[in-house]
């Protein structure tokens, strides 16, 4: 079992930024790839960022256009998002799961451990 708590959400103007963290316990030497998704109310669960758990490799939504920055902590287990240049249509819950599938993989269906959320809101 994978254990992820995910903070950092909170209201932020157009513009603005917002780091969010997952901290994560448990069997984490099973997982291979950790990724942060998000989903608008009347929208589909929507892959944002992933990081391999242990590596540099990374991999990132399109709509993401450089304004976001996955990353980890290894002393801590803690995998943040660095979000900038924040857009009201960012507005979602932000959601961190953990995957045991030995590739980069963007389909939410292949990971495993999933986080409650936090509540992003842009306001315009």
């Known amino acids: 079992q994978v254990q992820l708590v995910e903070s950092g959400g909170g209201l932020v103007q157009n513009g603005g930024s917002l780091r969010l963290s997952c901290a994560a316990s448990?069997?984490?030497?099973?997982?291979?790839?950790m990724g942060w998704f998000r989903q608008a109310p009347g929208k589909e669960r929507e892959f944002v960022a992933g990081i391999r758990w242990r590596g540099v490799s990374t991999r990132y939504a399109d709509f993401v256009e450089g304004r976001f920055v996955i990353s980890r902590d290894d002393a801590k287990n803690t995998f943040y998002l660095q979000m900038s240049g924040l857009k009201p249509e960012d507005t979602a819950v932000y959601y961190c799961a953990a995957s045991a599938v030995r590739e980069l993989t963007a389909s939410n269906l292949r990971y495993n451990y999933w986080g409650r959320g936090t509540q992003v809101t842009v306001s315009s």
């Open positions: 448990g069997r984490t030497d099973t997982m291979f790839t």
